[in-house]
């Protein structure tokens, strides 16, 4: 009978404890929304381009290595980078993200808005690299 008290409340304890819940049907929680750095300028992807198109060595001083917020309609989507138009020709910004987060081809035409690294600009291309999309 004394086994019998000790052991009832361990057996108790034992059979309560294995029907708490183990939170396995339990939602993950929102991945927080990235936030605009207050310092970085901000600028469309036309004028962007405009500005390494007329004179890419002043674009390299002005935005290379600096963190901007580039506003822009999606123009290619890869399964590595995204391109944002632009201007009316053929240059583009060229965006790759920090996160495994793709853009699916529905995007193509949509206005976006990202947050990234310039690394300057090759011929058409302005390059941003580890880039957020804000919006």
Do not use: H
């Not at 469309?44 to 290379?64: H, P, Q, S, V």
């Not at 506003?71 to 790759?96: E, M, N, P, Q, W």
């Amino acid at each position: 009978m004394r086994i019998f008290n000790f052991l009832l409340p361990i057996i108790s304890f034992v059979l309560i404890g294995c029907n708490i819940p183990n939170n396995q049907n339990s939602k993950p929680l929102p991945t927080p929304k990235p936030t605009i750095d207050k310092s970085a300028e901000r600028i469309t992807a036309f004028n962007l381009m405009g500005i390494y198109k007329w004179n890419y060595k002043e674009g390299d001083r002005e935005f290379k290595g600096k963190t901007i917020v580039v506003d822009g309609i999606v123009d290619d989507v890869t399964s590595k980078f995204f391109d944002l138009k632009g201007d009316k020709g053929a240059a583009v910004v060229r965006v790759y993200l920090k996160s495994n987060i793709r853009l699916s081809e529905s995007t193509i035409g949509k206005n976006i808005t990202i947050q990234g690294r310039c690394t300057g600009g090759v011929g058409l291309t302005v390059t941003i690299e580890d880039a957020d999309i804000i919006e």
